[in-house]
T-cell receptor
Framework: GEDVEQSLFLSVREGDSSVINCTYT??????LYWYKQEPGAGLQLLTY???NMDMKQDQRLTVLLNKKDKHLSLRIADTQTGDSAIYFC??????????WGLGTSLAVNP | SAVISQKPSRDICQRGTSLTIQCQVD?????MFWYRQQPGQSLTLIAT?????????ESGFVIDKFPISRPNLTFSTLTVSNMSPEDSSIYLC???????????FGPGTRLTVT
């Protein structure tokens, strides 16, 4: 079946850039999402990208998609302590059903 | 964007009982989904709630255990039946905005079964 993989942990210093990586197996994935989950809180949609795009930028967030390698990344520029959270990669085909990674726990150190 | 509310936000239930979780959206949406997030885990799709017809369940989930209602385009319920401690989880409702391809989530219902 479809699978989405992420590294489980990432630690960065405040002010540095964070890069969170994700790989997926289903080549028919059309919509690719990044969600943020803070402790005890719900899921916040950060950004998404379509499979016909290579890059999407939104303020401090940059999403890169390598469709050939089925690799998605989320770059957070000037990472702040408030960015500490779990970041989930999720992909969906035309049926819109999301397949989720296990999440990357980002720790930002002052 | 859609604003989604869920009730209850949390509950502690006894083994063998049932709990119904409500999901309300502030606008009409075509697709609504129910997910489960077990402690420290990612999300697993339980079913797609279809308006006016039976829900579509994912592998491993059955209607007798997780009956779902979708009476209109802004509301759905998920019942967790005959609960066991293994059902302790966060249950999340999500909606698909349709045209804008964004999927939004409710705040979740944290269920503990003792």
């Amino acid at each position: 079946g479809e699978d989405v993989e992420q590294s489980l942990f990432l630690s960065v210093r405040e002010g540095d850039s964070s890069v969170i990586n994700c790989t997926y197996t289903d080549s028919s994935s059309t919509y690719l999402y990044w969600y943020k989950q803070e402790p005890g809180a719900g899921l916040q949609l950060l950004t998404y990208i379509f499979s016909n795009m290579d890059m999407k930028q939104d303020q401090r967030l940059t999403v890169l998609l390598n469709k050939k390698d089925k690799h998605l990344s989320l770059r957070i520029a000037d990472t702040q302590t408030g960015d500490s959270a779990i970041y989930f990669c999720a992909v969906a085909g035309n049926n819109r059903k999301l397949i989720w990674g296990l999440g990357t726990s980002l720790a930002v150190n002052p | 964007s859609a604003v989604i509310s869920q009730k209850p936000s949390r509950d502690i239930c006894q083994r063998g009982t049932s709990l119904t979780i409500q999901c309300q959206v502030d606008s009409q949406v075509t697709m609504m989904f129910w997910y489960r997030q077990q402690p420290g885990q990612s999300l697993t799709l339980i079913a797609t709630a279809n308006q006016g017809s039976e829900a579509t369940y994912e592998s491993g989930f059955v209607i007798d255990k997780f009956p779902i209602s979708r009476p209109n385009l802004t509301f759905s319920t998920l019942t967790v039946s005959n609960m066991s401690p293994e059902d302790s989880s966060i249950y999340l409702c999500s909606v698909d905005g349709g045209g804008d391809y964004e999927q939004y989530f409710g705040p979740g219902t944290r269920l503990t079964v003792t």
